[in-house]
């Protein structure tokens, strides 16, 4: 059964700076795409980013030069680094496991982890 938990969510200031990561079990890892959706109350789930099992990444334009996605083979692990976080990313962070290596479509999913971005 695969199983996918996200942690490193919370509170922090619009500006600063967070660290999610996603720990995959049940699975073979590294060939398969993973990647990273948000919801924020009220919205649809949107993608952020993704990365390939060769670490191609595919970043929306809302976030780029800000977010890194990046993942560890080894540790079964992959991350999403998130710098000058802005009140309106406030959401819940969901990772997910793609069906494919090379081609990011969401199925599986964690149940995941809440940030907030305020004052």
């Known amino acids: 059964q695969v199983q996918l938990v996200e942690s490193g969510g919370g509170l922090v200031q619009p500006g600063g700076s967070l660290r999610l990561s996603c720990a995959a079990s049940?699975?073979?890892?590294?060939?398969?795409?993973m990647g990273w959706y948000r919801q924020a109350p009220g919205s649809q789930r949107e993608l952020v980013e993704s990365?390939?099992?060769?670490?191609?990444?595919d970043y929306k334009d809302f976030v780029k030069g800000r977010f890194t996605i990046s993942r560890d083979n080894a540790k079964k692990s992959f991350y999403l680094q998130m710098n000058s976080l802005k009140p309106d990313e406030t959401a819940v962070y969901y990772c997910?496991?793609?069906?494919?290596?090379?081609?990011?479509?969401?199925?599986?999913w964690g149940q995941g982890t809440q940030v907030t971005v305020s004052s």
């Open positions: 049940g699975t073979i890892f590294n060939i398969y795409a």
């Open positions: 990365i390939t099992s060769d670490n191609k990444t």
């Open positions: 997910s496991r793609s069906a494919y290596a090379d081609v990011f479509i969401g199925h599986y």
